[in-house]
Each structure stands twice: as C-alpha cells, then as structure tokens.
C-alpha cells in the first residue's frame, strides 16, 4: 500500500520534471521564490541580511551532472531528478550525457564545464582514477566536485552519493545467485565497462563474500563479461556466455544494460538459464517472472531519480557551505529528508537507501515509475 502511494508520487514528480524544464518554465517558477526572498531581505535584521546575501549569491549558480553515457536510460532518469530539484530552486542546470562510457569522454565534458564556470559537477564516474586531474583542475577553478552513482578515488570529490551500501549489494546479488542456481553449479557475470568504479566494487564484494562463507562454496563463478553498457555487446556478451559454458545456470548482470539486454537473449531462446541483478522495472517488467516463459524471476534497484534528486541537494548544500563533505556532516535533502556522510572503506559517502527488490508481485506496479 505503502508503494503504491509512493508510486503514485514518483509519477507526478516525474511528471513535473517533464514539464520544468531548464528555460523559462524555470524561471517562472522561481519567480515566486525570487520574490519572496527579496521581501525578507527588506525586513531582515543586519545578521540575517549577510545570511540572505550568501543565499543570493547562490542564485546566478549553475549546476552540472555528468552521466556516465548517454542513451542509457537508467542515466537519464537520474539527470531528471537531478534537474528537477535544481531547477525547481530557481538554479540553473547543465545535464551532460557523454557519448561513450568512457574516462576519455567524461574528462571532454569537464573541461568544457570548467571554461563555462559552473559552481559544482555531479559526476557519475567511468573510472576511478582516470578523472584525477580533470577533477583537480575543477577544484582549482573554485568548482565543487562530488560523485554520484560510480565514485572516483576520495581525493579527486568531496563526498559520493551512494544508491546503496556496496556490501549490501553484493550481499544481495550473490545471495541471489545462490537461490536461483538452487545454492551450487556455475554462474557468471555480465558487466557494464571493465573500469566501471560501482559495477567493479559490486563485483569484488560479491567475490569476498562468496569466500567468506561456507554456504558459497559450490558456486562458481566462470566468467565476468564485459557489454560495455551498450544494447548490442550485452547481448553478443551473453550469446557467448550461453555457448561457451553449456552448464551455466544463471547469469547475474549489475547493470540495468546488461540485464535488459540479456533478459530478452534468454527469454527469446527459451533457455533455462535464470537471470537477476539489477535492472529498471520499465525495461525489465515483459521479463519477470515465476514460470518458464519469463527469463528473470527477480531482480533488484532503488529509485534512480531520487539518486539525481540526492545529488542535487548535495551540490546545493556544498555549494552554499552547509557541509563540506566531511563524516558526520547533515543536511536536509528536501523531502527525501535527512541525511548523514558517513565514511566506508575510507571512501565518504550518502547513501540514499537500500536495494529494493522486484518480483512478479510488484513489477506492474513499478514499470510506469522508473
Ligand atoms: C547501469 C549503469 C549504472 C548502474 C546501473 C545499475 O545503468 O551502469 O552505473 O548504477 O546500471
């Protein structure tokens, strides 16, 4: 009941993220916003004038987010959260959706953001070091730097913002993996991009923990393939998966290409392989399922455009100096409500929630949101 009303929440904001735009719509909508803060300025006292004046200050901002590429659907919802929360702030916003998912056309984007001047860059990371120095020319361009999605080493960003603890993820995917091959036999992985910092942190978690523990000891793990995020690799990825290991049972793809793309390759064979991960409903929804005819009988995600959303608010509160990305810095994230940096594995990060799971029981209820 609880997601049903959430549901019907999601759908108007993403409503109104289709209809604020970056333009005019947005001033518009700012303009009450404008007005009323100048009316309190005209009535504040001397220390709640300075106050006003560095909220002004903020007003001609420009805030960016880098995907990791476009055509990627799964990036395109984050940048509509992201964009919503900005501009519905009276903020100006550049979405940059790169053309490859690679550090090479992430590093173009940057430095064109860096001669435009804008106040922060929200970037979702095709590699955790490649973007070192591009990340260091921002900074010392005056430029907030944080990372959302996929994280880059600590000290190229102030903080990360997470969509899940990379434990509970590899918890989660492997403890499915466990399920589904009925706990022993060969599974593998089919990737996004071989540098990819989120997938490949997955990836080593679900490694460690198959190790750790006894009850993992008859699985095995043959192959982690690469689809690059891109439709059609996924799908010649997991035609060669399905070929070269004759008695693989599942396939487990942490990427939301990945797993579209091999759902439909399964679903389309009528092969007994099981498939899970993590996937968006509305590409997922035809292939979930209990029976035989559907490839993926579940998978697992959280809300990519409140990722965006928690992105936003981050760069607005470092931007107006409300935190500084250190441990144990709060802020308010509008009414995705508050939140807490905290460190792990060295890494600061603000994780937005934990993974949510999609069966045969709610996938019509999820496939119109995300
Ligand atoms: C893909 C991207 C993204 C990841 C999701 C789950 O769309 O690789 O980085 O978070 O999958």
Redesign the pocket.
């Known amino acids: 009941m609880k997601k049903k009303v959430l549901s019907v929440l999601l759908s108007t904001a993403m409503a109104a993220t289709l209809l604020v735009g970056c333009g005019e719509q947005a001033a518009e909508t700012a303009a009450p916003a404008a007005e009323e803060a100048a009316e309190a300025v005209e009535e504040a006292a001397p220390a709640e004038e300075a106050a006003a004046e560095e909220a002004a200050a903020t007003d001609g901002a420009t805030y960016a987010i880098v995907t990791?590429s476009a055509g990627?659907p799964?990036?395109e919802r984050t940048a509509s959260g992201f964009e919503e929360v900005i501009t519905a702030a009276g903020l100006n916003c550049v979405v940059q959706h790169p053309e490859s998912a690679t550090a090479d056309a992430q590093i173009a984007v940057i430095q064109s953001l860096i001669s435009q001047g804008v106040s922060s860059i929200a970037v979702?990371a095709n590699d955790a070091n490649a973007l070192t120095a591009a990340l260091a020319e921002a900074k010392a361009a005056g430029i907030h730097v944080l990372t959302l999605?996929?994280d880059v080493n600590a000290d190229s960003r102030e903080v990360f913002c997470n969509?899940a603890g990379v434990q509970e993820i590899g918890q989660t995917l492997l403890d499915a993996v466990l399920d589904l091959t009925g706990g022993e036999g060969q599974y593998a992985i089919l990737s996004?991009t071989s540098q990819?910092t989120?997938?490949n942190a997955w990836i080593d978690a679900m490694k460690s923990i198959a190790e750790s523990d006894e009850k993992y000891s008859k699985l095995e793990l043959v192959e982690v393939a690469y689809g690059d995020?891109e439709p059609q690799k996924s799908t010649d990825q997991t035609q060669a998966l399905l070929q070269n290991y004759p008695d693989l049972k599942v396939i487990c793809s942490?990427?939301?290409?990945g797993i579209a793309a091999a759902a439909k390759v399964l679903q389309d064979q009528g092969s007994s392989v099981k498939l899970t991960g993590?996937g968006l409903p509305s590409e997922m929804a035809e292939y979930i399922g209990d029976d035989d005819a559907h490839s993926c009988p579940y998978m697992f995600?959280w809300n990519p455009i409140d990722l965006g959303r928690l992105a936003a608010y981050t760069s607005i509160a470092l931007v107006n100096g409300d935190i500084t990305g250190a441990t144990g810095d709060t802020f308010t994230a509008g009414d995705l409500g508050d939140y807490e940096v905290v460190e792990i594995d060295g890494a600061t990060q603000i994780i937005l929630g934990a993974p949510f799971k999609f069966d045969a029981s709610n996938i019509d209820e999820w496939k119109s949101v995300y």
Do not use: I
């Open positions: 990791k990627n799964f990036n979702a999605d996929s969509q996004a990819a989120n997938q995020d942490p990427t939301t290409v993590l995600l």
